[in-house]
């Protein structure tokens, strides 16, 4: 049972345009979403949250979007960087404890 | 600060040997995790511990035990190995209070690769 989903494996944008990084999740316990954003042979490093309270939070080149009634979060990067390739996984937790990670999302920025 | 240290960083096993996964971390936190991640499957929670003395099973802990015999140290063991561990392996911490509300942001160690042949 696969609590929160990223259904693209991939995805390439060119440098300078729009990421835009989509996770669905299935319980609506969840209250709070966080994106992680891994480098090979690394850590996950933490990137941006947001509350199930908001429907949107930004920080610098991301942005974090939260629509509750469709049980969907995106995370946009503008304007995309080659330093931006990663692959990227979004998580969410009620609260406690667990959080619940996606099975990430790989993007390629092309120079 | 280190954050969370790992080792070793890759390891090989033969089926049926037995390893442990040691996780470090400087930051003074109370709560620590263990998560795997194989290719395409996402991070999924082996173990954790709310604090010393203190452990609980995650989603995936068949074949594994950890201890928490310091706030500092969340070692993973794993007693005979099979191929279906074959994995890399991340502890990871956060700092919040037990019993509060909200949510904290994990800090990860580097991971440690493990091969069982």
């Known amino acids: 049972d696969q609590q929160v989903k990223q259904n693209s494996p991939s995805l390439s944008v060119q440098e300078g345009r729009i990421s835009i990084l989509n996770c669905d999740y299935t319980?609506?316990?969840?209250?709070?979403f966080l994106w992680y954003k891994k480098y090979p042979a690394e850590g996950p490093t933490f990137l941006i949250s947001?509350?199930?309270?908001?429907d949107k939070n930004e920080d610098g080149r991301f942005t974090v979007f939260l629509n509750k009634s469709a049980k969907h979060l995106s995370l946009h990067i503008v304007p995309s960087q080659p330093g931006d390739s990663a692959v990227y996984f979004c998580?969410?937790?009620?609260?406690?404890?667990?959080?619940?990670f996606g099975t990430g999302t790989r993007l390629k920025v092309l120079a | 600060n280190a954050g969370v240290t790992q080792t070793p960083k890759f390891r090989i096993l033969k089926i049926g040997q037995s390893m442990t996964l040691q996780c470090t971390q400087d930051?003074?936190?109370?709560?620590m995790y263990w998560y795997r991640q194989d290719p395409g499957m996402g991070l999924k929670l082996i173990y954790y511990?709310?604090?010393?003395?203190?452990?609980d099973k995650g989603e995936v802990p068949n074949g594994y035990n950890v201890s928490r015999s310091t706030t500092e140290d969340f070692p993973l063991r794993l007693e005979l190995a099979a191929p279906s561990q074959t994995s890399v392996y991340f502890c990871?911490?956060?700092?919040?209070?037990?019993?509060?509300?909200?949510?904290?942001?994990?800090?990860f160690g580097a991971g440690s690769r493990l091969t069982v042949l």
């Open positions: 998580a969410a937790t009620s609260g406690t404890y667990k959080y619940i």
């Open positions: 930051m003074n936190h109370n709560y």
């Open positions: 947001i509350s199930s309270i908001k």
């Open positions: 990871a911490s956060d700092g919040r209070v037990q019993g509060a509300s909200g949510a904290n942001v994990l800090t």
């Open positions: 319980n609506s316990m969840f209250d709070y």
């Open positions: 511990s709310v604090g010393a003395g203190i452990t």
